[in-house]
Nanobody, 128 residues
Framework: QVQLVESGGGLVQAGDSLRLSCAAS??????????MGWFRQAPGKEREFVGG????????YYSDSVKGRFTISRDNAKNTVYLQMNSLKPEDTAVYYC???????????????????WGQGTQVTVSS
């Protein structure tokens, strides 16, 4: 089992940047056993995949809505995954969640049902 804690959210203006962090802890599997992902959910909308990263960090995959603006990275030595968000837009406003899923290769998980563990979320608000 793994516990995930997101941090770094806040209120920014359109065009600004923000970096979210997600720290993992808990017994059992090592952090590098997990594919990691970021999702977001805006009020009244379904949870949306933002991007994911493979166990080693060599593969990433993004939704079209954030591709070219957001970058996911991970530091397995620190048990942490990051989401660097640049050129933020008001439509990026949402609660952002990180998630972990067990994988045995270098695939990137992209659907919510593939992830076993979820953080509590961090609010990102982008004003126009």
């Amino acid at each position: 089992q793994v516990q995930l804690v997101e941090s770094g959210g806040g209120l920014v203006q359109a065009g600004d940047s923000l970096r979210l962090s997600c720290a993992a802890s808990g017994p059992g599997r090592t952090f590098s056993s997990y594919g990691m992902g970021w999702f977001r959910q805006a009020p009244g909308k379904e949870r949306e995949f933002v991007g994911g990263i493979s166990r080693s960090g060599d593969n990433t995959y993004y939704s079209d809505s954030v591709k070219g603006r957001f970058t996911i990275s991970r530091d397995n030595a620190k048990n942490t995954v990051y989401l660097q968000m640049n050129s933020l837009k008001p439509e990026d406003t949402a609660v952002y969640y990180c998630a972990a899923g067990v994988v045995y290769n270098s695939v990137v998980l992209s659907t919510p049902t593939q992830y076993y563990y979820w953080g509590q979320g961090t609010q990102v608000t982008v004003s126009s």
